[in-house]
Protein backbone atom coordinates (compact mmCIF):
# COMPACT_ATOMS: atom_id res chain seq x y z
CA UNK A 1 0.00 0.00 0.00
CA UNK A 2 1.49 3.50 -1.15
CA UNK A 3 0.71 5.77 1.82
CA UNK A 4 1.36 9.97 0.54
CA UNK A 5 2.71 8.63 -2.45
CA UNK A 6 3.44 12.12 -4.47
CA UNK A 7 2.93 11.59 -7.95
CA UNK A 8 4.37 13.96 -10.55
CA UNK A 9 1.93 17.15 -10.49
CA UNK A 10 0.24 18.23 -13.70
CA UNK A 11 1.80 21.71 -13.57
CA UNK A 12 5.60 21.14 -13.00
CA UNK A 13 6.77 23.86 -10.28
CA UNK A 14 10.17 25.89 -11.75
CA UNK A 15 13.17 25.01 -10.07
CA UNK A 16 14.38 26.94 -7.18
CA UNK A 17 16.12 30.46 -8.34
CA UNK A 18 14.98 30.25 -11.58
CA UNK A 19 12.17 32.67 -12.94
CA UNK A 20 8.85 32.04 -12.84
CA UNK A 21 7.67 30.88 -16.88
CA UNK A 22 4.60 33.07 -17.95
CA UNK A 23 1.33 32.25 -16.78
CA UNK A 24 3.11 30.38 -13.76
CA UNK A 25 -0.25 30.42 -10.98
CA UNK A 26 0.06 30.21 -7.58
CA UNK A 27 -2.88 28.56 -5.89
CA UNK A 28 -2.77 31.48 -2.76
CA UNK A 29 -3.26 33.96 -5.56
CA UNK A 30 -5.46 33.23 -8.11
CA UNK A 31 -6.01 35.17 -11.06
CA UNK A 32 -8.45 37.61 -11.45
CA UNK A 33 -11.13 36.69 -13.57
CA UNK A 34 -13.83 38.62 -16.09
CA UNK A 35 -17.59 39.02 -15.81
CA UNK A 36 -19.71 38.57 -18.55
CA UNK A 37 -18.69 42.87 -19.44
CA UNK A 38 -15.01 41.84 -19.79
CA UNK A 39 -14.31 43.69 -16.91
CA UNK A 40 -12.02 42.01 -14.48
CA UNK A 41 -13.81 41.10 -10.82
CA UNK A 42 -11.98 40.23 -7.75
CA UNK A 43 -10.12 36.70 -7.20
CA UNK A 44 -11.61 34.40 -4.50
CA UNK A 45 -9.67 32.95 -2.02
CA UNK A 46 -9.71 29.41 -3.02
CA UNK A 47 -7.71 26.12 -1.35
CA UNK A 48 -4.16 25.04 -1.73
CA UNK A 49 -5.28 21.34 -1.06
CA UNK A 50 -8.71 19.30 -2.15
CA UNK A 51 -8.72 16.28 -0.29
CA UNK A 52 -11.35 13.53 -1.55
CA UNK A 53 -12.73 10.16 0.35
CA UNK A 54 -13.04 7.94 -2.34
CA UNK A 55 -15.44 5.13 -1.83
CA UNK A 56 -19.55 6.41 -1.95
CA UNK A 57 -17.85 10.22 -2.61
CA UNK A 58 -16.21 9.83 -6.01
CA UNK A 59 -17.54 6.65 -7.04
CA UNK A 60 -19.28 3.52 -7.04
CA UNK A 61 -19.73 0.88 -5.58
CA UNK A 62 -17.44 0.62 -2.94
CA UNK A 63 -14.37 -1.35 -2.60
CA UNK A 64 -15.60 -3.90 -0.10
CA UNK A 65 -18.15 -4.69 -2.61
CA UNK A 66 -16.49 -6.14 -5.57
CA UNK A 67 -16.92 -9.23 -5.99
CA UNK A 68 -13.75 -9.29 -8.66
CA UNK A 69 -10.69 -7.31 -9.28
CA UNK A 70 -10.32 -4.01 -11.03
CA UNK A 71 -9.18 -4.61 -14.33
CA UNK A 72 -9.02 -1.36 -16.52
CA UNK A 73 -11.21 1.11 -18.17
CA UNK A 74 -14.22 0.22 -20.55
CA UNK A 75 -14.97 3.25 -22.77
CA UNK A 76 -18.17 1.68 -23.55
CA UNK A 77 -19.44 1.29 -20.02
CA UNK A 78 -18.00 4.49 -18.95
CA UNK A 79 -16.11 2.77 -16.04
CA UNK A 80 -13.38 0.23 -14.48
CA UNK A 81 -14.44 -3.12 -15.51
CA UNK A 82 -14.00 -5.73 -12.31
CA UNK A 83 -13.01 -9.29 -13.60
CA UNK A 84 -16.17 -10.14 -12.36
CA UNK A 85 -18.13 -7.83 -14.69
CA UNK A 86 -18.82 -5.26 -12.51
CA UNK A 87 -18.31 -1.70 -13.23
CA UNK A 88 -16.75 1.18 -10.94
CA UNK A 89 -18.29 4.58 -12.05
CA UNK A 90 -17.38 8.42 -11.12
CA UNK A 91 -20.58 9.82 -9.66
CA UNK A 92 -20.99 12.76 -12.01
CA UNK A 93 -20.52 15.48 -9.91
CA UNK A 94 -17.14 14.09 -9.43
CA UNK A 95 -16.66 14.03 -13.31
CA UNK A 96 -18.03 17.60 -13.21
CA UNK A 97 -15.56 18.76 -10.60
CA UNK A 98 -12.68 16.72 -11.85
CA UNK A 99 -13.57 18.22 -15.15
CA UNK A 100 -12.91 22.11 -13.95
CA UNK A 101 -9.42 21.25 -11.92
CA UNK A 102 -8.48 20.15 -15.63
CA UNK A 103 -10.41 23.53 -16.96
CA UNK A 104 -11.11 26.03 -15.14
CA UNK A 105 -8.77 28.65 -14.64
CA UNK A 106 -9.26 30.52 -11.34
CA UNK A 107 -8.23 26.42 -10.41
CA UNK A 108 -5.27 25.92 -11.91
CA UNK A 109 -2.37 25.31 -9.34
CA UNK A 110 -5.08 23.65 -6.57
CA UNK A 111 -2.97 20.06 -5.62
CA UNK A 112 -5.30 17.40 -5.24
CA UNK A 113 -5.62 14.36 -2.42
CA UNK A 114 -6.96 11.47 -1.54
CA UNK A 115 -8.27 9.80 2.13
CA UNK A 116 -9.57 6.69 2.02
CA UNK A 117 -9.77 4.04 4.54
CA UNK A 118 -10.68 1.29 2.06
CA UNK A 119 -9.72 -2.29 3.28
CA UNK A 120 -9.28 -3.02 -0.31
CA UNK A 121 -6.36 -0.52 -1.19
CA UNK A 122 -4.91 -2.26 -4.04
CA UNK A 123 -8.49 -1.95 -5.52
CA UNK A 124 -8.74 1.49 -4.86
CA UNK A 125 -4.93 2.79 -6.10
CA UNK A 126 -6.24 0.43 -9.70
CA UNK A 127 -9.75 1.93 -10.19
CA UNK A 128 -7.61 5.51 -9.52
CA UNK A 129 -5.21 4.77 -11.88
CA UNK A 130 -7.15 3.92 -14.75
CA UNK A 131 -10.53 6.02 -14.12
CA UNK A 132 -10.69 9.00 -16.87
CA UNK A 133 -12.36 12.23 -17.20
CA UNK A 134 -12.52 13.39 -20.88
CA UNK A 135 -9.58 10.66 -21.72
CA UNK A 136 -7.57 12.03 -18.32
CA UNK A 137 -6.49 9.35 -16.26
CA UNK A 138 -7.93 10.33 -12.51
CA UNK A 139 -4.72 9.10 -10.93
CA UNK A 140 -2.87 11.91 -13.14
CA UNK A 141 -4.61 14.24 -11.37
CA UNK A 142 -3.95 13.19 -7.75
CA UNK A 143 -0.43 14.33 -6.10
CA UNK A 144 -0.61 12.70 -2.92
CA UNK A 145 -2.62 9.32 -1.64
CA UNK A 146 -3.60 8.30 1.62
CA UNK A 147 -5.26 4.93 1.09
CA UNK A 148 -5.15 2.93 4.12
CA UNK A 149 -7.34 1.55 6.85
CA UNK A 150 -6.99 4.19 9.88
CA UNK A 151 -7.94 7.78 11.48
CA UNK A 152 -8.33 10.43 9.23
CA UNK A 153 -8.00 13.06 11.51
CA UNK A 154 -5.22 11.29 13.56
CA UNK A 155 -3.13 9.14 10.45
CA UNK A 156 -4.46 10.74 6.50
CA UNK A 157 -4.81 14.37 7.29
CA UNK A 158 -1.12 14.63 9.26
CA UNK A 159 0.53 12.55 6.61
CA UNK A 160 -0.88 14.98 3.85
CA UNK A 161 0.09 17.98 6.01
CA UNK A 162 4.12 16.54 6.30
CA UNK A 163 4.17 15.69 2.47
CA UNK A 164 2.79 18.35 0.78
CA UNK A 165 3.63 21.27 3.17
CA UNK A 166 0.48 22.50 3.01
CA UNK A 167 -1.54 24.12 6.39
CA UNK A 168 -4.70 22.90 7.36
CA UNK A 169 -6.28 25.96 7.12
CA UNK A 170 -5.50 25.92 3.23
CA UNK A 171 -7.38 22.54 3.02
CA UNK A 172 -10.98 21.47 1.79
CA UNK A 173 -12.09 17.90 2.72
CA UNK A 174 -14.81 16.03 1.07
CA UNK A 175 -16.24 12.50 2.65
CA UNK A 176 -19.64 10.92 2.23
CA UNK A 177 -19.81 10.39 6.85
CA UNK A 178 -21.71 7.07 5.20
CA UNK A 179 -20.27 4.45 8.72
CA UNK A 180 -18.47 7.11 10.95
CA UNK A 181 -18.56 11.27 10.59
CA UNK A 182 -15.15 11.58 9.10
CA UNK A 183 -15.77 15.24 8.42
CA UNK A 184 -16.54 15.65 12.19
CA UNK A 185 -13.48 14.23 13.40
CA UNK A 186 -11.22 15.89 10.96
CA UNK A 187 -12.24 19.11 11.93
CA UNK A 188 -11.78 18.13 15.76
CA UNK A 189 -7.75 17.08 15.17
CA UNK A 190 -6.56 19.19 12.17
CA UNK A 191 -8.36 22.57 13.18
CA UNK A 192 -8.62 24.93 10.20
CA UNK A 193 -9.71 22.20 7.25
CA UNK A 194 -12.97 22.94 5.65
CA UNK A 195 -14.90 19.95 5.27
CA UNK A 196 -18.10 19.14 3.48
CA UNK A 197 -20.29 16.20 4.08
CA UNK A 198 -21.35 14.22 0.69
CA UNK A 199 -23.84 11.58 1.88
CA UNK A 200 -25.18 10.59 -1.40
CA UNK A 201 -21.82 11.07 -3.36
CA UNK A 202 -20.11 14.34 -4.94
CA UNK A 203 -22.47 16.46 -6.16
CA UNK A 204 -21.36 19.57 -7.76
CA UNK A 205 -23.62 21.64 -6.24
CA UNK A 206 -21.92 20.29 -2.91
CA UNK A 207 -18.43 20.94 -4.91
CA UNK A 208 -19.15 24.61 -5.09
CA UNK A 209 -20.79 25.01 -1.89
CA UNK A 210 -17.19 23.93 -0.10
CA UNK A 211 -14.80 26.51 -2.49
CA UNK A 212 -17.83 29.27 -1.23
CA UNK A 213 -17.92 28.47 2.39
CA UNK A 214 -13.56 27.90 2.01
CA UNK A 215 -13.88 31.51 0.29
CA UNK A 216 -16.04 33.31 2.74
CA UNK A 217 -13.42 31.80 5.51
CA UNK A 218 -15.64 28.87 6.83
CA UNK A 219 -13.63 26.97 9.22
CA UNK A 220 -15.09 22.35 10.38
CA UNK A 221 -17.68 21.31 9.08
CA UNK A 222 -19.71 23.60 6.20
CA UNK A 223 -22.20 21.28 4.78
Excluded at 73 to 97: H, I, N, Y
Aim: some cysteine; aromatic content about 8%; proline content about 7%.
Amino acid sequence: VRSSTLLPPKFSPEPPGRPRAMGHVDARTPPARCNAAGGAVSAQRIPRLLVFDLDACLWAPEMFELRGEPRCWDPEAQGVKTSSGEVVRLFPGAQAAFRRLLKDTSLLGVQVAVASKTTEAAYAHRCLDELEVDGTKLGSLVHYREIAYGSKGRMHFPALRKASGIAYDEMLFFDDCTYSDNCREVASACPGVVCVRTPDGLSEELFDRGLARFAEGGVGVVA
